[in-house]
Nanobody, 118 residues
Framework: QVQLVESGGGLVQAGGSLRLSCAASGSTFSFFVMGWYRQAPGNQRELVASIIVSGTTNYADSVKGRFTISRDNAKNTLYLQMNSLKPEDTAVYYC????????????WGQGTQVTVSS
């Protein structure tokens, strides 16, 4: 059974930094794509950043230059370094993953709250 467990969320002031982690387990195959998504109250879940097994990354325009996604394939762990945080980054952040190329991963974590105060 695939499990994704996020950690690292919390409360931070605007301009601060946080690092999210997502530990993946239970998959027989390596995850082709892993990504961070977020959902603010009243909004749809949106892609923040994704990374495929080769290391190629993709970012939402709103976080380019501030967030960095990375993965440790040996540890099956995904990271999101978030710098220069803004109040509009406040959301529940979810880790998503799949073993096939897809923009809609099948496996999800439970989410971690990130709150940025002004």
């Amino acid at each position: 059974q695939v499990q994704l467990v996020e950690s690292g969320g919390g409360l931070v002031q605007a301009g601060g930094s946080l690092r999210l982690s997502c530990a993946a387990s239970g998959s027989t195959f390596s995850f082709f794509v892993m990504g961070w998504y977020r959902q603010a109250p009243g909004n749809q879940r949106e892609l923040v950043a994704s990374i495929i097994v080769s290391g190629t990354t993709n970012y939402a325009d709103s976080v380019k230059g501030r967030f960095t996604i990375s993965r440790d394939n040996a540890k099956n762990t995904l990271y999101l370094q978030m710098n220069s945080l803004k109040p509009e980054d406040t959301a529940v952040y979810y880790c998503g993953a799949d073993i096939i190329p897809t923009s809609k991963p099948r496996y999800w974590g439970q989410g971690t709250q990130v709150t940025v105060s002004s």
